[in-house]
Structure formats: C-alpha cells, structure tokens
C-alpha cells in the first residue's frame, strides 16, 4: 500500500468519523429528525414492524400455549378459594338474613306492648305444592304454651299448637283451624283505630297458596252505601277482640269477593305475611300489665350520688 | 459487499434484539450492544484500508440512532470510533476460543459504553445519574460478553462466505485476521 493510498485512506477516515459529530451537532441543535431522518425511518419502519409482529407472535404464542407450567396448580387453588369463598359468602348471606330477620323481630318488640318472646323458625313442613304447611320453633314447653300468638313485624303468622320438649309447632293463619277475629280497616280512620266491617278470618288450608277467606263480613261503621262495599284491595287488620292477638295488625289485604248476599259479604284474603321467608318470629307471651293510676302523681325520687343541676 | 453485508445482518439483529428485550423487561436493562460488536469486528478484520469499516460502523450507527431514538449522529460516532480502537488492536490481539471472546466482546461494550458516556458528556446530551449509567453500562456488559460470541461465529460465516480462496476462508472461520 503507497503512502498516497494510505493517506487518502485516512483522510477518508477522518471525513468519516467528523461527519456522525457534526451530524451530531446539528441534530441536538435542531432537535427534530432531518427529512433524511424521516426519509429513512419511513423505510425501515415496515421491517421493524414486521419483525416486531413475528416476535411477538411466537412470545404471545409462548406465554399463551406453551408456558403453562403452572396454570394446572393454580387453577386449581383459585377453584378451591372459590369454592371456600362461596361458601362464606352463603353463611354471611344467612347470617345476614338472619340479622335482618332479628332486627325486625326487635321493631316488633319495641311496637307491641305485650310481653313477648323472639324464636326461631327451625323446620317448616312443606305441602306437595311446596306451601309452608306449618312452622317449628325453638322454643319448648318451660317458654311458650299452647294458643300464644305469634307474629313478625309484616302481622300475625298463626299460634302456637303442639309444644314438645324444646320445641313447639306454629299452626298458621291459613290453616283451616285458624280463627282471627278481623276488621277490615276503614281508610277515613287512622292507621291505629280499626273500625269498619268485622267478620271472623278462617284459613282456606288450600296446599297451592295461604288464602283465607272471611265469612259473615258485617256492615257497620260506614254509612254511606257506596262505602258499605268491600273491595278488593282493602286491608284486613286484628280487631283485638279474639282475646288472641292486639289490635291493628295488618293480617293482609282483600284478594276476591266471593259471595255477597245483600247483608253479608264473603271475601278472600292474601296474608301480609309470607310464611316461606319466614327465619324468626315473635311469640306474645301475656297482655300488657294494666296502667298505673298512681303514674302521674308519684314524684321523681332524686339522684342518690353526683352533681345536681343548679 | 462484505462490508454492507455485515451492516445488514447487524441491523437486522438489532431490531430483532429490540423487538425481543420488550418481551423481557426484567432484563430490560441488559441489552446486549451489538452496534459495537459489529464495529469492532469491522474493525478487527479491517484489510488493508480502514475507512470502509469505519463507514459500514457509521452506517450502522445512523440507522441504530434511527431506531433506538438517540439523537442522530451519536451512536454512529460512538461506532466509528470503536472500529478505530479495535484497528488499532487489532496486530495485538487475536480473537479465538470462547474465553477470548467473551472477554473482548465485554471490553467492546465497556469501551463502546465509556465512549458514548465521554460524547454525551461533550456534547451535552442528558444523561443519567452515575449511578444509574454505571448499572446500565454494567448490564450492556454482561449481556454482550454472553452474546460475543455467537456474533462473531456469524460474522465470520459470512467472512468465510465472501472468501476467494479455500485458506481464506479457513482463515475466516478460524478467527485469524485477514
């Protein structure tokens, strides 16, 4: 190689590594691509593209078919975890429900003057119809007796028949040896003064529903004629007057007419309460105490202890 | 030919390699720096003139400034002078057997590493902090000496594929310097 050769080749050399420096330069000064920046960008772009696309098809392929070494044991815990969660997620549902049904029965508790008794629905035979035929609770014979009414906060649910050991059996409403003696209630009249037509509810005993029917409905209390008509719809309330249950629960609402012969009325009633959902009930076990006459002229004793007010 | 031809592959390889280190961020930061591989192979079998190396390197260097994102120009001067240095090595060293490799394929990314941090510094591109640049410099190091090798089978398959003689390329496959 001649000393020309040599030097043109190193002078070839030194142009060379000057040119990335001041393309260095102008580009940092610049500070967006040249058009031959562009230029060749838009040429390559589509073979990084497809290359892009080719390796990440075989990754994908990779970690979607291939790598699933794991996915069997995981598989299987996330099963079991489910099935562990659904279970808790049941017994809270239930126990929730059963919250709900407890807190109802302590409205209940609180709204009714009688002295009464929460229990819990633990059997409910079932008709061929899948009907609640009756009701078990726990509640046995040093708690309840036979004949006590029992209640939730949606109205009475029957009373109580057989009582064995720890346990006793509920007979319900609709139950043909049911008698409430009801009202039905007058809409002019507040929700806690019962009047209007009276009649004696029976349950039908039907195995496809919970209908009761009222027999003898008698007029009263409504003087204008096209008041004296029951209709459907109206509600069905407790008189108080059966020595069974307090007055003004709401038994249900007037379902159908079923005879009117002028003086009386025959209708159907659809209780308010639904005896299927039932989870916890209210047992009244006696009256409330009789008022006291002496309440409001007995003074308030003092405080024994503690600063009094000036 | 030879030359364009090396450039080709390496470019092809880099965008490969790109489009592969996505799939593993893990080791996102240890990208194995086959710009300087190239270049320093260029470089090491560089025949009698040396600025067509120091071209194929430039070249290759302006399309990785393209794909990587780097401002035009850095990575080709990075490149050009790697090819240099390993010209200059180049009657004192002979790369053969794996151990050889390994270690100059690391000490081409270190240098290769130093030299693009030196620029940088020059020409007042940002850069990390120490710290983080000595980490990336270290990972760019280990991945290249881990893949050196298998660059410079290749490359010198393609060396021997240009041979015109049977020693020639027996040469080529065996490492010696042309």
Same mark, same amino acid.
């Given at each position: 190689? !001649?000393?020309? =050769? ?9 142009? /060379?590594?000057? /040119?990335?420096? /001041? ?16 230029? /060749? ?47 808790? *997620? ?25 002295? !009464?008794? @929460?229990?819990?629905?633990? @059997? ?27 209640? !939730?906060?949606?109205?009475p649910v029957g009373r109580i028949d057989k009582v ?7 007979? *319900? ?21 019962? =009047? ?20 003898? *409905?008698?007029?009263?209390?409504? !003087? ?68 006291d006459p002496d309440a409001r002229t007995k003074r ?11 | ?30 990208? $194995?720096?086959?710009? #300087? ?32 994102? #780097? ?54 591109? $940002? ?21 050196? $090798? ?27 310097? $042309?």
């Amino acid at each position: 190689m !001649t000393l020309r =050769s040599r030097l043109v080749d190193w002078s070839l050399t030194a142009v /060379l590594i000057l /040119l990335p420096a /001041l393309v260095l330069r102008a580009s940092l000064a610049r500070g967006t691509p040249s058009p031959l920046d562009k230029a /060749l960008l838009r040429i390559t772009a589509p073979l990084e593209t497809g290359v892009s696309w080719v390796i990440e098809g075989i990754g994908g392929t990779w970690s979607r078919y291939v790598s699933l070494v794991d996915v069997e044991a995981e598989n299987r815990e996330l099963r079991e975890d489910n099935e562990r969660l659904r279970k808790q *997620l049941a017994a809270m549902a239930r126990r929730a429900y059963d919250v709900a049904a407890l807190e109802d029965l302590a409205v209940v508790k609180k709204r009714v003057p009688f002295d !009464t008794l @929460g229990a819990r629905v633990i @059997g409910a035979p079932l008709s061929p119809q899948f009907r609640v035929v009756r009701l078990r609770i726990d509640r046995g014979d040093r708690e309840v007796a036979a004949g006590m009414p029992v209640i !939730t906060s949606q109205g009475p649910v029957g009373r109580i028949d057989k009582v064995y050991g720890d346990y006793a059996d509920v007979v *319900l409403i609709s139950d043909p040896s049911s008698r409430i003696d009801v009202v039905i209630r007058d809409p002019a009249q507040p929700p806690n003064a019962p =009047s209007g037509e009276r009649g004696l509810l029976v349950g039908l005993g039907r195995a496809d529903s919970y209908a009761c029917k009222i027999e003898w *409905l008698e007029r009263q209390g409504r !003087t204008a004629p096209s008041q004296s008509r029951v209709k459907v719809g109206d509600e069905v309330v407790t008189s108080g007057l059966g020595a069974t249950f307090p007055a003004g629960l709401v038994v249900g609402k007037v379902s159908k007419i079923i005879g009117d012969d002028g003086m009386f009325q025959s209708v159907e009633v659809n209780p308010a309460v639904d005896v299927s959902r039932v989870r916890a009930v209210m047992v009244l076990l006696a009256p409330p105490p009789p008022p006291d006459p002496d309440a409001r002229t007995k003074r308030r004793s003092e405080a024994a202890f503690g600063a009094r007010p000036l | 030919m030879r030359t364009a031809t090396i450039v080709l592959v390496a470019y092809l390889c880099c965008v490969v390699v790109a489009a592969l280190w996505r799939l593993v961020p893990w080791i996102a930061d240890a990208i $194995p720096d086959l710009g #300087a591989l190239t270049a320093a192979y260029l470089g090491l079998t560089a025949r009698r003139q040396v600025s067509p190396a120091i071209g194929g390197a430039i070249v290759l260097g302006y399309l990785i400034d393209l794909i990587s994102g #780097a401002p035009a120009g850095l990575v080709a001067l990075v490149l050009g002078l790697t090819t240099l240095v390993a010209r200059a090595v180049q009657q004192r060293i002979l790369v053969r057997g794996a151990v050889i490799s390994v270690a100059f394929s690391a000490f081409v990314a270190l240098l290769a590493g130093i030299v693009s941090w030196l620029v940088r510094e020059l020409y007042g591109v $940002p850069t990390a902090a120490f710290g983080v640049e000595l980490r990336h410099l270290a990972g760019v190091t280990i991945a290249t000496a881990i893949i050196g $090798p298998l660059v410079w089978r290749m490359f010198r398959r393609i060396d021997a594929a240009y041979a015109r003689t049977h020693r020639e390329r027996d040469a080529a496959l065996e490492g010696l310097a $042309p």
